[in-house]
């Protein structure tokens, strides 16, 4: 067989297979890594917004004696750029908002996700 007949064949069947078992391999093990880092992320993504919001939330009172009542009001009163998204349902109009036992100091307490999953952890992300 000539040089040049060669060069026209190709891949076999075989060397196909084989290259596509290599590539499947490492997938399976490169997967599972790639969304337990996705999870993980927006784990940490959440415990920060929750901090950040509870804190404005605690200055706010801090400053005027009451709690907001709207969690809108603590970008309008500049204590907030903007209401953060909460990472598992893709929206910032999620949060659920827990009202003070006295509700003559306002609306917004405390906040959770509303998210009805569960963390890696095994507790609900609506429990932090």
Avoid: C
């Avoid at 084989?18 to 784990?43: G, H, M, Q």
């Avoid at 509870?54 to 903007?82: G, H, M, Q």
């Amino acid at each position: 067989m000539s040089a040049e007949m060669r060069k026209g064949r190709g891949f076999t069947m075989i060397e196909l297979l084989v290259a596509l078992a290599i590539v499947a391999t490492i997938l399976s093990l490169a997967a599972p890594r790639y969304f337990n880092n996705i999870d993980k992320t927006k784990e940490s993504v959440l415990r920060e917004d929750l901090y950040i919001l509870r804190d404005a939330i605690d200055k706010f009172y801090s400053d005027k004696n009451k709690y907001p009542n709207l969690l809108d009001d603590l970008v309008t009163e500049k204590y907030l750029r903007n209401i953060p998204v909460d990472p598992f349902t893709q929206s910032s109009h999620s949060w659920v908002v827990v009202p003070p036992t006295d509700p003559t100091l306002g609306a917004v307490f405390d906040v959770h996700s509303s998210a009805p999953n569960k963390a890696r952890d095994g507790t609900w992300y609506k429990d932090w």
